[in-house]
């Protein structure tokens, strides 16, 4: 589906994550990276937010099968550790409220 702008879903989200990668290529980038997720995570509207973690929780299934080396290797792991939880503790996908 385009947007008004003409880009499609896949290229606005690829151009968020972008922006993402470059606020945390900096050593001790965490933190006020966080802060700024959250801030405006928290100003979005309820229903929003619920389809951020919904697509959140699809990255992370999808992220868990990725092939990795020793520099991703502890997130991949992660990933799969969420993965596993999710599966055995909430049966449920976060609804479209």
Not at 29 to 55: A, K
Not at 56 to 72: A, C, G, P, T, W
């Amino acid at each position: 589906m385009a947007l008004p702008d003409g880009k499609t879903q896949t290229e606005v989200a690829a151009d968020a994550i972008n922006k993402i990668m470059d606020a945390v290529n900096v050593m001790g980038s965490d933190d006020p990276v966080v802060q700024g997720i959250i801030e405006e995570l928290m100003v979005s509207h309820r229903t929003l937010q619920q389809n951020f973690w919904r697509v959140m929780m699809q990255v992370i299934k999808r992220y868990s099968e990725f092939s990795y080396d020793l520099r991703n290797q502890g997130a991949v792991e992660l990933c799969t550790y969420i993965k596993e939880q999710v599966a055995e503790n909430y049966k449920e996908n976060l609804p479209y409220v």
